[in-house]
């Protein structure tokens, strides 16, 4: 079965920073797109970052200048930098990797909350 795997989720404060990871299994070059959602309680899940196979990005607009989304071809994995925490950042962040003829996967999610 082909699943991203996320981790680097916790409790962090206000004002403080995160950095998530997801790896991809099998070959990364095989990926059109990863990207990062998140969902907060009774909200719908939402577009975070995308990153290419070529490494082009895309931000949810809010999010500019406090998340960054990159990727390490010999490792498998794309982060996401968060800084500048805030209490609405909080929500379980999705991975998902859309693999060349194959299809698009989720991985089981990594809570993130921030206290105020």
């Known amino acids: 079965q082909v699943q991203p795997v996320e981790s680097g989720g916790g409790l962090v404060q206000a004002g403080g920073s995160l950095r998530l990871s997801c790896a991809a299994p099998?070959?990364?070059?095989?990926?059109?797109?990863m990207g990062w959602y998140r969902q907060a309680p009774g909200k719908q899940r939402e577009l975070v970052a995308l990153?290419?196979?070529?490494?082009?990005?895309n931000y949810f607009d809010s999010l500019k200048g406090r998340f960054t989304i990159s990727r390490d071809n010999a490792k498998n994995t794309v982060y996401l930098q968060m800084n500048s925490l805030k209490p609405e950042d909080t929500a379980v962040y999705y991975c998902?990797?859309?693999?060349?003829?194959?299809?698009?996967?989720w991985g089981q999610g990594t809570q993130v909350t921030v206290s105020s």
């Open positions: 998902n990797a859309d693999y060349e003829g194959i299809g698009t996967y």
């Open positions: 099998g070959n990364i070059f095989r990926i059109n797109v």
């Open positions: 990153i290419t196979r070529d490494g082009s990005t």
